[in-house]
């Protein structure tokens, strides 16, 4: 039986999450300690410790809601663009952007999994990443939606990485698309 959470726990745990968001998009995975939340939010360290199980609960629900972020951005990319078949680009394009505007954030993505992974705890990185998925497969026609939509996710992955250490023109990009999609 699941405990009933009143509104203001509600608004307790939002304002932790919001902290710890913050956390680790200026300081990185690990200096998101129950302290640092504590500091960063307007609740005490015993607070965070009476709302949360422990800091891997809040940093998975901080991250979800980085990834919430991203995709309503790329959602809105998706919907500006009339044209199907430009839509899957305007989508990979805010993809790309939003780690070149925050270059951090690629490798953030990566120590949290590892550490997720440490922990043997990838359930919410596996639904993070089943939600990029199911963009792409939105995004994209056809009846092999899910498995291009697949082989992008991994294209996206690693490109942000390599886009870190040897960036590539857009139209270079385009192009490696274009031969994933056929």
Known sequence: MAAVVSNNQRVKRAQIVAAAKKVLATQGLAACTARAVADASPL???????????VDEIVDEAMSAHVDAML???????EAEGDPDERLWRVVEAYLATFADLPHAAFL???YWVAASRRESLDAA?????RVHALLVEVLPGQAASETA?????????????QQVRP????????????ITG
């Open 44 to 54: 005490t360290k015993s607070a965070i410790h009476y709302y949360f199980h422990d």
């Open 72 to 78: 309503a951005s790329l959602r809105s990319a998706a």
């Open 150 to 162: 697949h082989q992008i996710l991994s294209w996206l992955l690693g490109t942000i990485v390599q």
């Open 126 to 130: 596996a639904g993070m990443l089943d």
């Open 168 to 179: 590539q023109p857009l139209a270079t990009l385009r192009q490696e698309l274009a031969r």
């Open 109 to 111: 993505w990566f120590e």
